[in-house]
């Protein structure tokens, strides 16, 4: 019960500062008592400068920040919900208890640290053998 209570604060947290992402921050601030107390008429013919000029004012990072924190909060508050199982994605195997010397194991020919060196190697020695050549060039 209290595991639900946490999620659902948690996403109710979640949807209040996604929506504030979107929010300009100009409006975002304190008024003063002027616009509490009277309605203002609104001039039409100059709302969309004012509403350009205030999406320019927003930056970019601000919504990709909002973007992440939703998505770290997502993930904090699932592997906190996992927390409590004894479900594993992988466990060890068990040790036997006589094994075998020399037991073989295949290993991968191709990993990720062979096709990083490759890709930094070969491009390598060819632009080397390229720039070697050219020095036999002649006119």
């Known amino acids: 019960m209290a ?4 999620l659902s604060l948690a996403l109710f947290a979640l949807t ?13 601030g304190a008024r003063g008592p002027q616009s509490q107390s009277a309605v203002l008429p609104v001039d039409f013919a100059a709302m969309p ?7 320019s004012e ?13 998505g ?11 927390q409590g199982s004894s479900r ?6 068990g040790k036997p208890q006589v094994a075998a010397a020399r ?3 295949a290993y991968p020919i191709f990993t990720f640290r062979w096709l990083a060196v490759h890709a930094l190697a070969v491009p390598t020695v060819f632009f080397l ?5 050219m020095q036999f060039i002649q006119r």
């Open 58 to 70: 927003t930056p970019w990072t601000a919504c990709m920040l909002a973007g992440l924190g939703m």
């Open 16 to 28: 209040v500062s996604s929506g504030m992402a979107f929010v300009a921050p100009a409006a975002q």
């Open 72 to 82: 770290y909060a997502v993930a904090a508050a699932g592997a906190f919900s996992r």
């Open 3 to 6: 595991l639900r209570r946490v």
């Open 49 to 55: 400068s004012a509403a350009s000029e205030s999406e």
């Open 103 to 105: 037991t073989p194991v």
């Open 88 to 93: 594993v994605a992988r466990a060890a195997e």
């Open 129 to 133: 053998g390229a720039i070697s050549s």
